[in-house]
């Protein structure tokens, strides 16, 4: 059972209840002795006597404020209590917020309230109900261990909470501590990179639940140890990730929404025709720009199309003969064509989306990065087309 590491009396307006402050969370980093290297010797920590080297009990440290190199001002800690004899025992509310209009950024240190004994039950109950109605959380100032604390008690699960705060002179302002942020107009985030991010954040949304996150950290550190002492070999860590390409942003956001499809969609990071014509629920179009976004349907409405101009069949599902004899038609109006565009052709329907991108990259096509993989195969074999017409005239 916990301990409390204070207790006074919570107040707000006359209404005054006597609690005591608890940890509300522990921390689980693993404890590492300090050892001499070579031995099994511990080496502690001893406060000294900088002057004389020799040690000093801890009752006789008291605090000293530095005025001078060398001079100080002592001061006691029951002098200390006396500036605030009423706070250092008293958490009195001064006033109820929303708690919505407080920047997280203030927050500091969770503790649980409770009530010092069970008779002051049913006032503790009313201030917990009250919060919890209002849906507020009451400012206060009190002072614990020789510092005062700004502090925002609300109602959580059933119990008081007590949020200590910074004070609005200790939180520091980004656009001064921080010199790479970028200015207002420096960096233009286009509308269609804006809906493929916010498609993504879509995607990964989950209902928040802290048990399924765990410390891996420290997790792989009960294993450094483990291995250590039996003897074993210790594996080097894992890569850290690089940096996004800002160069091409749009295929960076296109391949996260190509693995973050539930599994079985896609494989290795990379997508099949029939890959992208289930997953373009919401991928931009590319001739029609970031209002053209596109449902399922006429996803597939238009891939097909697509496929029926390239394989046009009859109602069996077989070519037709007129159409094949119109094919043999255009293919000797036009010349044979060599073997290698054939291969050419066979070569681009066996690629993946990655190499037909890395292709078209090569080629510097425009709008690559926003196509699907029917559209940069289509893109490729019609730049072949425009090249072989070119050589043969």
Same mark, same amino acid.
């Given at each position: 059972?916990?301990?409390?590491?204070?207790?006074?009396?919570?107040?707000?307006?006359?209404?005054?209840?006597?609690?005591?402050?608890?940890?509300?969370?522990?921390?689980?980093?693993?404890?590492?002795?300090?050892?001499?290297?070579?031995?099994?010797?511990?080496?502690?920590?001893?406060?000294?006597?900088?002057?004389?080297?020799?040690?000093?009990?801890?009752?006789?440290?008291?605090?000293?404020?530095?005025? *001078?190199?060398?001079?100080?001002?002592?001061?006691?800690?029951?002098?200390?209590?006396?500036?605030?004899?009423?706070?250092?025992?008293?958490?009195?509310?001064?006033?109820?917020?929303?708690?919505?209009?407080?920047?997280?950024?203030?927050?500091?240190?969770?503790?649980?309230?409770?009530?010092?004994?069970?008779?002051?039950?049913?006032?503790?109950?009313?201030?917990?109900?009250?919060?919890?109605?209002?849906?507020?959380?009451?400012?206060?100032?009190?002072?614990?261990?020789?510092?005062?604390?700004?502090?925002?008690?609300?109602?959580?699960?059933?119990?008081?909470?007590?949020?200590?705060?910074?004070?609005?002179?200790?939180?520091?302002?980004?656009?001064?501590?921080?010199?790479?942020?970028?200015? *207002?107009?420096?960096?233009?985030?286009?509308?269609?990179?804006?809906?493929?991010?916010?498609?993504?954040?879509?995607?990964?949304?989950?209902?928040?639940?802290?048990?399924?996150?765990?410390?891996?950290?420290?997790?792989?550190?009960?294993?450094?140890?483990?291995?250590?002492?039996?003897?074993?070999?210790?594996?080097?860590?894992?890569?850290?990730?690089?940096?996004?390409?800002?160069?091409?942003?749009?295929?960076?956001?296109?391949?996260?929404?190509?693995?973050?499809?539930?599994?079985?969609? *896609?494989?290795?990071?990379?997508?099949?025709?029939?890959?992208?014509?289930?997953?373009?629920?919401?991928?931009?179009?590319?001739?029609?720009?970031?209002?053209?976004?596109?449902?399922?349907?006429?996803?597939?409405?238009?891939?097909?199309?697509?496929?029926?101009?390239?394989?046009?069949?009859?109602?069996?599902?077989?070519?037709?003969?007129?159409?094949?004899?119109?094919?043999?038609?255009?293919?000797?109006?036009?010349?044979?064509?060599?073997?290698?565009?054939?291969?050419?052709?066979?070569?681009?329907?066996?690629?993946?989306?990655?190499?037909?991108?890395?292709?078209?990259?090569?080629?510097?096509?425009?709008?690559?990065?926003?196509?699907?993989?029917?559209?940069?195969?289509?893109?490729?074999?019609?730049? *072949?087309?425009?090249?072989?017409?070119?050589?043969?005239?």
């Amino acid at each position: 059972m916990a301990r409390p590491i204070w207790s006074g009396i919570l107040t707000f307006g006359l209404v005054s209840v006597p609690v005591s402050l608890y940890a509300a969370t522990e921390n689980h980093t693993v404890s590492f002795r300090q050892i001499q290297r070579g031995t099994s010797d511990r080496v502690r920590n001893k406060r000294v006597n900088e002057r004389t080297g020799e040690e000093v009990p801890f009752g006789e440290i008291v605090k000293g404020y530095e005025v *001078a190199e060398g001079e100080y001002v002592i001061v006691e800690p029951e002098e200390l209590e006396q500036l605030s004899p009423g706070r250092s025992k008293t958490i009195e509310i001064s006033g109820f917020v929303d708690l919505d209009q407080v920047d997280p950024t203030f927050f500091d240190t969770t503790y649980y309230l409770g009530p010092k004994d069970k008779g002051y039950a049913k006032v503790y109950s009313l201030l917990q109900q009250a919060l919890e109605k209002a849906n507020r959380a009451g400012i206060a100032l009190f002072a614990m261990r020789g510092k005062e604390y700004l502090t925002a008690v609300r109602a959580d699960r059933g119990i008081l909470t007590a949020h200590t705060m910074h004070f609005a002179d200790e939180v520091r302002d980004p656009r001064t501590e921080i010199p790479t942020l970028p200015a *207002a107009d420096a960096a233009t985030v286009s509308e269609r990179e804006l809906a493929m991010a916010g498609q993504l954040i879509d995607m990964l949304a989950v209902d928040w639940n802290p048990d399924q996150y765990k410390d891996t950290f420290e997790e792989k550190v009960h294993e450094l140890i483990a291995a250590k002492q039996a003897g074993q070999t210790v594996t080097a860590p894992e890569a850290a990730p690089k940096p996004s390409n800002v160069l091409d942003l749009m295929e960076v956001l296109s391949r996260s929404l190509e693995s973050a499809k539930p599994s079985g969609t *896609a494989a290795s990071g990379t997508a099949t025709a029939e890959d992208e014509t289930a997953g373009e629920q919401a991928r931009p179009n590319a001739r029609t720009g970031a209002e053209g976004w596109r449902t399922a349907g006429e996803q597939r409405t238009t891939t097909a199309g697509r496929s029926a101009q390239r394989r046009p069949k009859d109602a069996d599902g077989k070519k037709t003969t007129a159409t094949t004899a119109r094919a043999r038609t255009a293919t000797s109006a036009t010349g044979k064509q060599t073997g290698a565009a054939a291969a050419r052709r066979e070569d681009l329907s066996a690629l993946t989306k990655t190499e037909l991108y890395q292709r078209a990259t090569e080629l510097d096509l425009p709008h690559r990065s926003t196509m699907t993989r029917d559209e940069l195969q289509h893109a490729l074999e019609k730049a *072949a087309r425009g090249r072989h017409l070119r050589s043969a005239s």
